[in-house]
């Protein structure tokens, strides 16, 4: 693996999100003199919050994955994750709500649910189920093996048995294929591959790789730390604080100052400069912000999201912590959203209602509901529409999907609400998002693995290195916290926690 050369004893962290946080505790936790800097009010970037009238919403991730990662990243300061955080497990990880007006609860007991899955599909499906979620968790140890958990410098660095063993179980055939010959039942089909949209890419043009989006969820559970998903990153800048990284909040990096082949201090725009032997960026255009630096030649860009949050004074009965809302259109949808540049005209939808676990996030008698609505996004040679006027169309969409939600079961939800964010494809691009998607670079073949930017550039100043979602591993929590891990190892080595 490539390293940092030189010095490294100062490193500034461009970006106090999980991936900023990730890389900070682990040179922290490898001794090194830590800054984080960020524009922002306080830690977390895209897992964000935001407080009004008693409802706290997080306007960010609502599934929280591999909760090990965040104890790892917290082992790196010597301090254990229950110290820190209360995660709660969700018996039911999802309600998948089918069109046809019928209802699957995944449980994270692997019983229970081939169970539920008997009653609704019949026992040759169930069956099925027990084999497949097999299949997946042996599929992400392949993955985790080969590209997923570790830096990489070339293709080649994937030549180990695990690629053969992954391509002998079907990981490089099309996922839309996958999932057919595993279930008969189009129900199961959509929940095991609806995930693809979480790597931006359609189930039917990726691969049966990202079958494995599914195992972090429901094949390994999903939890919900009490006070939000905003309290893993304020957990984790606290946790870094107390080892000793410096945080700066509303300090905005507007260039790195370069000496020779490396970067020698961070600028920020008001004026201050923090000398650095080492830098790690964390935002999504890096090569706006690292001189020499260059992004992928042809980038293709994820599906964006219309997220809707939502403070209401009703109890919404009976309605799930996490329902995905499927809509009778299917392949149309993701033809729609990756090529027509079009809103879906049937949406699917995840709808997140954390405080039906946690009372701490609303009032008594109300509820926290987010909304998330996969749309295009605005780049056109990523399928997107640059001509969706957002402005306009946005409130008409918000009104669609409170519509839509009444329609399906969350009745009474549009008169009840007392609190609301909307942030559509075009505030995503005036947050400096590229393509008005907060997803990134899509999980294409040519843009996963090796293929995908490093952590550490070839082109530009020796001692930058990269973290987060444009870079290797990829999009969502799990991955920018390993990212911020590998990114870490590219200037200390890599480190046994
Ligand atoms: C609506 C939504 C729903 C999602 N749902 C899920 C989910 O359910 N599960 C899941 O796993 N993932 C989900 N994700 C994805 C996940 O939130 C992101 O992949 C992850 O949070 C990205 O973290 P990051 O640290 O890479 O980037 P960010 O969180 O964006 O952090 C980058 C930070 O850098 C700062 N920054 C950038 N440029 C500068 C600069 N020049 N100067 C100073 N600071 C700068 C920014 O202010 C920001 O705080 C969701 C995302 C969104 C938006």
């Known amino acids: 693996m490539r390293t940092v050369p030189g010095r490294t004893e100062r490193v500034v962290v461009v970006g106090a999100g999980l991936a900023g946080l990730s890389a900070a505790l682990r040179l922290r936790g490898a001794g090194r003199e830590v800054t984080v800097v960020d524009r922002g009010t306080g830690p977390g970037g895209r897992a964000g919050r935001v407080e009004h009238s008693g409802y706290s919403l997080d306007t960010g991730p609502s599934v929280l994955t591999a909760p090990e990662l965040v104890a790892d990243a917290l082992g790196a300061v010597g301090e254990k994750l ?51 979620l097999a299949d997946l968790a042996e599929l992400y140890r392949l993955q985790l093996a080969t590209f997923i958990d570790r830096n990489l410098d070339s293709p080649m660095d994937l030549l180990r048995p695990e690629l053969v063993a992954l391509a002998r179980r079907g990981g490089f055939r099309r996922l839309s294929r996958h999932v057919e010959r595993a279930f008969a039942d189009e129900r199961l089909r959509r929940l095991f591959s609806f995930q693809a949209l979480y790597a931006g890419v359609s189930p039917y043009r990726a691969i049966a790789a990202y079958a494995v989006i599914a195992q972090l969820d429901i094949g390994a559970g999903v939890w919900h730390p009490v006070g939000g998903i905003a309290a893993v990153p304020r957990a984790l800048a606290a946790a870094a604080a107390h080892a000793g990284v410096a945080f700066r909040y509303g300090a905005a ?43 992928p030649r ?103 999907l409170v519509g839509v939600l009444e329609a399906r079961g969350w009745s009474g939800l549009g008169g009840a609400i007392e609190v609301e964010e909307l942030v559509t494809p075009a505030d995503w691009a005036a947050r400096g998002m590229a393509a008005g998607t907060p997803f990134a670079l899509a999980h294409t073949f040519g843009q996963t693995g090796p293929f995908r930017p490093s952590t550490l550039p070839r082109r530009g100043p020796e001692n930058v290195v990269l973290a987060g979602s444009s870079v290797q591993p990829g999009v969502g929590v799990p991955m920018v916290l390993i990212s911020g891990r590998l990114a870490a190892e590219r200037i200390t080595g890599p480190v046994a926690v």
């Open 298 to 400: 042809r980038p293709v860009y994820s599906p964006s999201c219309v997220a809707l949050h939502l403070g209401v004074r009703s109890e919404l009965p009976g309605q799930a912590h996490h329902t995905i809302s499927f809509g009778a259109a299917w392949e149309e949808v993701f033809g729609e959203l990756t090529r027509d540049g079009r809103p879906m005209t049937d949406p699917s939808l995840l709808v997140s209602m954390p405080s039906r676990t946690d009372r701490s996030l609303a009032p008594d008698g109300g509820q926290v509901l987010s909304v998330v609505a996969p749309t295009p996004n605005l780049d056109p040679r990523s399928g997107g529409n640059p001509d969706l006027d957002w402005a306009v169309l946005g409130p008409h969409y918000r009104d669609e």
């Open 82 to 132: 229950e110290d820190r955080l209360t995660l709660l497990p969700l018996a039911t990880t999802y309600r998948a709500q089918f069109a046809d007006g019928s209802h699957l609860d995944v449980h994270a007991d692997p019983d229970a649910f081939a169970a539920e899955v008997a009653e609704l599909c019949g026992p040759a499906e169930a069956a099925a189920l027990r084999r497949y």
């Open 253 to 295: 990096v507007g260039r790195l100052e370069v000496s020779g082949r490396r970067v020698s201090g961070v600028l920020l725009d008001d004026g201050d400069r923090l000398a650095a032997d080492a830098v790690v960026v964390t935002s999504d255009a890096p090569h706006s912000l690292v001189p020499g630096l260059r992004g």
